[in-house]
C-alpha cells in the first residue's frame, strides 16, 4: 500500500512546527534530532521550507547523464540532499529500502510514478503526478517510485530531500520483470 503523502493529507502539528524554515534553521532541526523523525515531521519540515535562491547556491551545479546529488547535512538519525536535475534525467525505479522520506520541489516540474510489486507479475504501474515548485510529497517504506525532470520542461528542477534513516543500497526493479537488484546511490557532493 502506498503512504505518499500530499498536500491534501491531514498531519497533526503544533506552533512549533508550523513555523517557516531557512535552510540554516531546517539544518538545526535535523542536526539536533536525537531520535529518528517521522514521516509527518519530514513533510511539516519540508512543507514550511521557506528557502530562498541564496540559500540554494552552494548546492546549484548540474551534470550532464545523470542528476546530482548534494549533501547538506546527515547524522545516523536523517540526512538531508539537495538533487539538481537537468531535462529528462530520472531516478531508476526503486524504494528505499527501510527508511521514509520527502522532497520539496524548489525550482521547476518533478514527475513521479508509483508501483506496486508482486514477486509473481513483478512490477505493476499505480500511478503518476506531478509536482510543481513548492509541491511536497513524500513516501513511506514499503513505496516504489520513479522521479524525474520531464524532457518537455525545458528547464533544470531542484529539489530538497529528507530521508530517514539515511540512505543505504536500495532495491531498484524493472517494468516487466519479477526480479529485484541492488542500487547504491553515488556518494552525494
Not at 500500500?1 to 531557512?22: A, G, Q
Not at 521557506?50 to 546549484?60: H, Q, T
Not at 548534494?70 to 538519525?77: A, D, Y
Request: aromatic share 10%.
Amino acid at each position: 500500500m502506498s503512504t505518499y503523502l500530499d498536500r491534501t493529507d491531514t498531519i497533526e502539528t503544533d506552533e512549533v512546527s508550523r513555523t517557516p524554515f531557512s535552510l540554516p534553521a531546517l539544518v538545526d532541526a535535523l542536526e539536533s534530532q536525537t531520535s529518528a523523525p517521522t514521516l509527518e515531521q519530514i513533510y511539516n519540515w519540508l512543507e514550511n521550507a521557506e528557502v530562498s535562491a541564496e540559500e540554494l547556491a552552494p548546492y546549484r551545479g548540474f551534470k550532464d547523464g545523470n542528476y546530482w546529488r548534494h549533501l547538506v547535512c546527515r547524522n545516523k538519525f536523517v540526512e538531508m540532499l539537495v538533487l539538481c536535475w537537468r531535462p529528462g534525467q530520472r531516478t531508476p525505479i526503486h524504494d528505499h529500502n527501510g527508511s521514509h522520506g520527502g522532497v520539496r520541489v524548489c525550482e521547476g516540474t518533478m514527475w513521479e510514478t508509483t508501483f506496486t510489486y508482486d514477486p509473481t507479475k513483478g512490477l505493476e504501474y499505480k500511478s503518476a503526478s506531478e509536482y510543481q515548485t513548492g509541491a511536497v510529497t513524500g513516501s513511506d517504506v514499503p513505496d516504489i517510485h520513479q522521479l524525474g525532470n520531464p524532457d518537455v520542461s525545458e528547464q533544470d528542477m531542484i529539489t530538497i530531500h529528507i530521508y530517514s534513516p539515511p540512505l543505504g543500497v536500495l532495491h531498484t526493479y524493472k517494468p516487466g520483470s519479477a526480479a529485484i537488484d541492488l542500487y547504491t546511490p553515488p556518494d552525494p557532493e
